[in-house]
């Protein structure tokens, strides 16, 4: 089953319970007064965040969530019961929208963050609650609220330390596979890879990230060409960009130029996250070809790593690589040096 990312669905909070007109009906109370109940209030529909979730695949089969209607007011001052909530738990890193105006409601991004989509409705007086000096006997009662209904919009944004990106067929399902113990399907043809994949780095002493392979960027991604914003939104909440070039390409240069010009044109500040070039395919290309890309990217100020995503060769040393970066930035958040994420 496929990788859902982005949903339409609609909820409905119950409405409120209501009220009850009811006169004391008891021997040897004469002229007994009202008791009529109130009704109960409806129940709300909460979005809660849970970290077990990893896409939006639920939606795909149920687009309506309800709560339960409130009860309705007794006799003998008997208040009707609160409906019940009803809670849809969504992945870490939702983004919640109202499906008219666009509006963003809620962001979702830490275990247990809890977002009310819909108010339940309050529930209606009871005559008893009209009883008055002069009205002892009223019969009059009122009818619930309505709950809020609405259409919402969830959009999932990958929750990863390290992203993957670059061109089609550079190689990163591999090297994801060589990372981590995902399986992604890995083939000689453009966007093999049309959802996002997720795998776990282990490290020997330090502890484990994640790492997410994103579809292949193309030129004009930002504008919507290719996969487009399918791709782009997924790398916004990542700490490190590996930027995976194929160095037995026609011109790796202008490959890496491609990336930095659609991250740019997309989000700006992009380009101030953590960054680490990987120059894959080193198995295909000779030495002083490579030799020679390295000093041109070391030229512009670039951080390289040469690797065989297919023999596994620098592999162990690109995993140490990055072990030092993830280091260096829990060291930056801790001194609250902080490169905007959304």
């Not at 670059?166 to 399986?183: F, I």
């Not at 390409?249 to 490959?255: E, H, I, K, N, W």
């Not at 070391?298 to 690109?318: F, R």
Request: neutral net charge; aromatic residues 6%; glycine residues 14%.
């Amino acid at each position: 089953m496929g990788f859902i990312d982005e949903s339409k669905f609609f909820v409905k909070a119950g409405d409120g319970g209501n009220g009850c007109v009811s006169f004391r009906r008891e021997k040897y109370v004469p002229r007994g007064g009202p008791n009529g109940g109130d009704g109960g209030r409806g129940g709300s529909v909460y979005l809660v965040a849970d970290p077990r979730l990893r896409s939006l695949i639920d939606f795909r089969y149920r687009s309506h969530f309800k709560a339960e209607r409130g009860g309705g007011g007794q006799g003998k001052d008997r208040h009707g019961r609160s409906g019940r909530d009803c809670v849809v738990r969504v992945p870490l890193g939702s983004v919640i929208s109202d499906a008219e105006t666009g509006e963003v409601l809620a962001d979702l991004v830490n275990p247990g963050d809890r977002f009310l989509a819909a108010r339940g409705g309050k529930g209606g007086l009871g005559n008893a609650r009209f009883a008055t000096a002069t009205n002892r006997a009223p019969r009059k009662a009122t009818p619930g609220r309505p709950g809020e209904e609405r259409w919402l919009r969830i959009e999932l944004k990958l929750l990863a330390d390290v992203g993957l990106i670059g061109l089609p067929n550079a190689g990163k399902s591999t090297l994801l596979s060589r990372l981590s113990a995902a399986n992604p399907k890995v083939a000689s043809y453009p966007f093999t890879t049309l959802e996002p994949q997720l795998g776990v780095l282990q490290f020997r002493f330090r502890d484990p990230c994640i790492i997410a392979d994103i579809p292949g960027l193309i030129e004009g991604a930002h504008e919507g060409v290719g996969l487009g914003h399918k791709f782009l939104r997924h790398i916004e909440r990542t700490s490190i960009l590996l930027h995976v070039i194929d160095c037995s390409g026609d011109d790796p240069l202008a490959d890496y130029r491609v990336l930095e010009r659609e991250l740019e044109a997309y989000r700006q500040e992009l380009l101030d996250r953590h960054k680490l070039l990987v120059l894959n395919k080193i198995d295909l290309v000779d030495q002083e070809l490579l030799d020679e890309l390295q000093q041109i990217f070391a030229g512009q100020g670039l951080e390289t790593h040469a690797i065989s995503a297919a023999t596994g060769q620098g592999i162990d040393e690109l995993k140490e690589t990055l072990a030092d970066i993830l280091d260096r930035v829990e060291q930056e958040r801790a001194a609250g040096v902080v490169r905007e994420q959304p």
